[in-house]
């Protein structure tokens, strides 16, 4: 009989620190989502308004500058340096890239679309790692490489669901019909 409560004990014990373990998981990756989020955001208001942190006030969007001119005509290395210039300033370029920030942005703090954020900021985030290659500090390995894993990560997991609408999102009719949406 000892055994048996011993045991039980011992077995509530660990139901216990795994649902504790796995709330506090939750909540790490929750946060991870709206921080990156918020990156993706953020540098979508810089580049609009020109707050002066990447972008001056003068290149801002809704001054008539272009969001992807500055960096791909002068910050682009590597073998895709002549891509990458081309299609500095293009207007369908500067659309796509910002349209690109706002959105994933916007779905990663929402936590809706986890899926389609992770795809679209994973390529977007390769893509930017392209345009530096050899990257400054290390033979192929830098940030871009790791935020879109993670992006991946927290669309695995469905971390949209922990302070976010992803559990809402996923109910609706259309996302049930195409699950790709969720």
């Known amino acids: 009989m000892t055994a048996t409560i011993e045991r039980n004990t011992a077995k509530n014990t660990a139901t216990a620190a795994d649902t ?3 709330r506090a998981t939750r909540y790490i990756l929750a946060g ?5 989020g918020w990156i993706f955001l953020w540098a979508f208001i810089d580049k609009l308004f020109g707050l002066g942190f990447a972008t001056e006030t003068k290149n801002a969007w809704i001054n008539g500058g272009s969001p992807t001119k500055g960096f791909l005509t002068f910050g ?6 002549d891509l990458y210039t081309g299609i500095a300033g293009a207007a369908w370029a500067d659309w796509l ?3 690109g920030l706002a959105g994933i942005g916007a779905a990663l703090l929402l936590g809706i679309g986890m899926r389609i954020a992770a795809v679209a900021g994973g390529l977007l985030l390769v893509l930017m790692w392209t345009a530096v290659l050899p990257p400054e500090n290390n033979p192929f390995m830098d940030d871009h490489l790791i935020y879109a ?15 976010g609408l992803g559990r ?3 109910k609706l009719p259309i996302v049930r019909q195409l699950p790709w949406l969720r």
């Open 76 to 81: 682009v290395t590597g073998p895709f340096k």
């Open 168 to 170: 809402f999102w996923a």
């Open 149 to 163: 894993a993670v992006l991946a990560v927290l669309a695995l997991v469905n971390a949209g669901d922990t302070w």
């Open 32 to 36: 991870t989502r709206m921080a990156l």
């Open 97 to 99: 890239f910002m349209i």
């Open 20 to 22: 504790t373990r796995e």
